[in-house]
C-alpha cells in the first residue's frame, strides 16, 4: 500500500517567515493533492500536481512534484496568521479497481504575531 | 463552487443508537466518499460510492454501512453506535475519473456515550 510521510508534524513560524511543508510517497506519485484544514472544520482543496518537475502557485503558496515523482513540498512565502492550519497532502491510489485518495497525517501550521 | 453539506455540525448518541450520518452535493458529481478522522491516525476511508446504488468498501468499513439513493445523497449508517466510533466524519465528493481533486463537507463531530 502507499504511505504518505509529511514533515515536520507541526510547526510555528513568525509572521513574514517562509516555510515549506515536505510530502514523501514511498511509491510513485501520479497524482499529488494539497489541502489545508482549519481546527474542527472540512478540508479545503489548495492544488494539484500530476508531472514530475512540475510547480503550481496560487497567492503566496506554491507546490512542487519533484522529477521522480515521490517527494511534493509546499512552500508559503512571507507567512500570514491566515496561513495557520493543517496542511494535508493526498495521493491518487487504486482501491477495489477505482480511484481513491490516500493521505498524510498532516502538518500543523501555527504562525505567531 | 462546489458545496457539499453534512446535514449536523455536532452530534451526540447513545451506545447502540443507529446513527444517520447525511452528505449532499450540488454539483453533480459522479463519486461521493465518507472518511473519519482522528489524532494520529489522519483520515480513513469508510465507503466510497461511484454511481447511484453503488458503493465499495474503503480502509475501515466496519460497523458502518451507507446508501446511496440519489446522485446527490450520500448517507452513512451506524447500525448500532459504539464508543469506538466517536470521531470526525467528512463526506468529499469529485467528478468521475482519474486526477479529480475530491471536495470536502464541513464535517460532523460524533460523540457517542
Known amino acids: 500500500s502507499q504511505e504518505l510521510e509529511q514533515s515536520p508534524q507541526s510547526l510555528i513560524v513568525q509572521e513574514g517567515k517562509n516555510l515549506t511543508i515536505n510530502c514523501t510517497s514511498s511509491?510513485?506519485?501520479?497524482?499529488l493533492y494539497w489541502y489545508k484544514q482549519k481546527y474542527g472544520e472540512g478540508l479545503i482543496f489548495l492544488m494539484m500536481?500530476?508531472?514530475?518537475?512540475e510547480e503550481k502557485s496560487h497567492e503566496k503558496i506554491t507546490a512542487k512534484l519533484d522529477e521522480k515523482k515521490q517527494q511534493s513540498s509546499l512552500h508559503i512565502t512571507a507567512s500570514q496568521p491566515s496561513h495557520a492550519g493543517i496542511y494535508l497532502c493526498?495521493?491518487?491510489?487504486?482501491?477495489?479497481?477505482?480511484?481513491?485518495?490516500?493521505f498524510g497525517k498532516g502538518t500543523m501550521l501555527l504562525v505567531s504575531p | 463552487d462546489v458545496k457539499v453539506t453534512q446535514s449536523s455540525r455536532y452530534l451526540v448518541k447513545r451506545t447502540g443508537e443507529k446513527v444517520f450520518l447525511e452528505c449532499v452535493q450540488d454539483?453533480?458529481?459522479?463519486?461521493m466518499f465518507w472518511y473519519r478522522q482522528d489524532p494520529g491516525l489522519g483520515l480513513r476511508l469508510i465507503y466510497f460510492?461511484?454511481?447511484?446504488?453503488?458503493?465499495e468498501k474503503g480502509d475501515i468499513p466496519e460497523g458502518y454501512s451507507v446508501s446511496r439513493e440519489k446522485k446527490e445523497r450520500f448517507s452513512l449508517i451506524l447500525e448500532s453506535a459504539s464508543t469506538n466510533q466517536t470521531s470526525m466524519y467528512l463526506c468529499?465528493?469529485?467528478?468521475?475519473?482519474?486526477?479529480?481533486?475530491?471536495?470536502f463537507g464541513d464535517g460532523t463531530r460524533l460523540s457517542i456515550l
Open positions: 454539483m453533480d458529481h459522479e463519486n
Open positions: 460510492s461511484y454511481d447511484v446504488k453503488m458503493k
Open positions: 500536481l500530476q508531472k514530475g518537475g
Open positions: 511509491k510513485t506519485l501520479y497524482g
Open positions: 493526498g495521493a491518487d491510489i487504486r482501491h477495489s479497481g477505482y480511484s481513491t485518495l490516500t
Open positions: 468529499a465528493s469529485s467528478l468521475g475519473g482519474i486526477n479529480q481533486p475530491q471536495h
